[in-house]
C-alpha cells in the first residue's frame, strides 16, 4: 500500500507512508521507507532504531516496529494527528488573521 495517495512526507534517504495495523486495534501508524541503502543510510537507519528505542518523552513519537527484508528496510512509528509545522502555523480560517505563536509557546 506505499501508493502516492498515502505518502505524507520525502525525505533524504526515503518516503513515509501512513498505514494501518492489521491487528484488531487497527492502529494508524506512520511508515518510514528507506529506498535508497547506500552505507550511509544504513548507518542512519541503525542510529534511528538505536537513538528513537532509547528515548521516551512526550513529545516524541514512539518507535513502534521495524523490518528488513534486505532491500527497503521499514520504520514504523505512532502517527501524529498534526506535525509540529501545524501547531507552530496554524491554517487560517476565513475572517482571522493570521496566527503565529509567540516563543513563550513555542
Known sequence: GFSDERKLGQGAFGAVYRGVLSDPSQTLVAVKKIQRMSEAAWQEFV???TIVTQLK???IVDLMGWCDDGNNPLLVYELMD???DYHLYPP???GESEVVLDW???
Open 47 to 49: 542510529a534511528e532504531i
Open 104 to 106: 513563550k509557546k513555542r
Open 92 to 94: 487560517q480560517r476565513m
Open 57 to 59: 518523552h512526550r513529545n
Open 82 to 84: 498534526r506535525n509540529l
